[in-house]
């Protein structure tokens, strides 16, 4: 089968896409998913062209199909909430143009948190935001994530997502980001991965799903906590993660890991897990050394 699978990886100005590329091709991925910035703030600056250029050549030779590659709109972006609504409209109209001018199609948003808001009225500024956004002429589509329902977030249930996506205009700009971690927290069984497709395409369609987080998770079924754990570590297990990413229906859907890095020696140095994580997968075989393999294969 088909496996399209990749992680998250940095981004770097001066390295560009080339930079994230290579990172990629470090961990054995045939995708990825970075940030054009810090997540968590929404400074950005230009792109460098020259080695965009670069990083799609360097695709081509490695068999990475642009089209499965994943941007992330910073966290800190809210739609739901009134008072920074321009700004985040603003952002997101030229984060769409930055994935353009990347040439990525892809850009996962969570969709808002309901503060100082009903969840009536984060759900309509989410809808009215998203329609001032996909208001151009670039091949962009914005993907809401699934969330774990910590504090107010919006997107706990696929009613919820529906609810927003039904309201949009372009209806070829708009798909879903299923993460494993946060349906799980949200109060879904993904021990049943069937049963959940079987849902999604009920609710909202199984066309609209493009992109799976694949995480373990911390905490139990229903916790609206969402803390990664490392694949095969947490209360998801291994197994299941197995028959997620393995499901046929989700085939040609690109995987991405955001699982933690490894502490080493109390947070002295950090180490990404994901070539090791790949290996499980595409072995479909769990390493219980997972830890240790990975602090003696970087340190
Ligand atoms: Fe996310
Ligand atoms: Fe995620
Ligand atoms: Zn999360």
Avoid: W
Avoid at 126 to 153: P, Q, R, S
Avoid at 242 to 249: A, E, G, L, T
Avoid at 254 to 259: C, M
């Amino acid at each position: 089968m088909n496996l399209i699978i990749g992680s998250h990886v940095s981004y770097k100005t001066d390295t560009s896409l080339l930079g994230s590329v290579e990172e990629a091709l470090s961990y054995k991925a045939n995708t990825f998913m970075f940030y054009t910035g810090a997540p968590q703030n929404t400074n950005r600056s230009s792109i460098n062209l020259n080695k965009v250029q670069e990083a799609k050549k360097l695709m081509l030779d490695n068999n990475i199909d642009i089209n499965n590659v994943i941007v992330h709109a910073p966290y800190i972006v809210n739609l739901a909430n009134p008072n920074n609504f321009d700004f985040s409209v603003s952002f997101l109209k030229q984060e769409v143009k930055r994935c353009y001018d990347l040439g990525i199609n892809k850009l996962v948003l969570h969709p808002g948190s309901a503060v100082n808001v009903s969840v009536e009225e984060a759900i309509n500024n989410i809808i009215k935001g998203l329609n001032l956004i996909l208001d151009n002429n670039y091949n962009v589509k914005i993907l809401l994530e699934t969330m774990a329902g910590k504090g107010n977030e919006i997107g706990r249930s696929f009613e919820q997502l529906n609810s927003i996506i039904k309201e949009v205009k372009h209806q070829d700009k708009i798909g879903v980001c299923l993460d494993t971690c946060h349906i799980n927290d949200a109060g879904y069984d993904i021990s049943n991965f069937d049963l959940i497709l079987d849902k999604f395409d009920q609710i909202i369609g199984l066309d609209k799903l493009m992109c799976i987080h694949l995480n373990d998770s911390k905490n139990d079924i229903n916790s609206h906590k969402d803390r990664h754990e490392n694949i095969g570590f947490g209360t998801l297990g291994f197994d299941n993660l197995i028959k997620i990413i393995y499901n046929k229906k989700v085939e040609n859907i690109p995987k991405i890991l955001e699982t933690p890095y490894i502490d080493y020696e109390n947070n002295k140095r950090v180490f990404p897990p994901y070539l090791f994580e790949i290996k499980m997968i595409r072995e479909k075989k769990f390493n219980p050394n997972l830890i240790t393999d990975i602090i003696n294969y970087y340190k």
